[in-house]
């Protein structure tokens, strides 16, 4: 995979994933709801989502490392490359 292809993928994945209600709804929420911004508010909120994406990511990491380990051999073949193919 090319370095252009990959960050063109996280770009793409990104972009879906700011359009989540977490990331358009609750800001605009806590925004809103008093005159003066809370910035307490907002650390905890973004302290919240950067600790949640890095747990998933470690999570997803390790997953696919002992996914890959265990079934890598049957990824690898023809059948498998057929059904990809198709």
Partial sequence: MTF???TSSLVVLALIDSMSFGTLLIPVWLLMTSR????DRFLIYLLT???LYFLFGLIIMFSADLFLNRYG???ESKQM???QFI
Avoid: C
């Avoid at 003066?36 to 910035?39: K, M, P």
């Fill in 36 to 39: 003066r911004v809370r910035v």
């Fill in 49 to 51: 989502v950067v600790g």
């Fill in 4 to 6: 252009l292809t990959f």
């Fill in 73 to 75: 051999s049957l990824l």
């Fill in 81 to 83: 490359l057929i059904g």
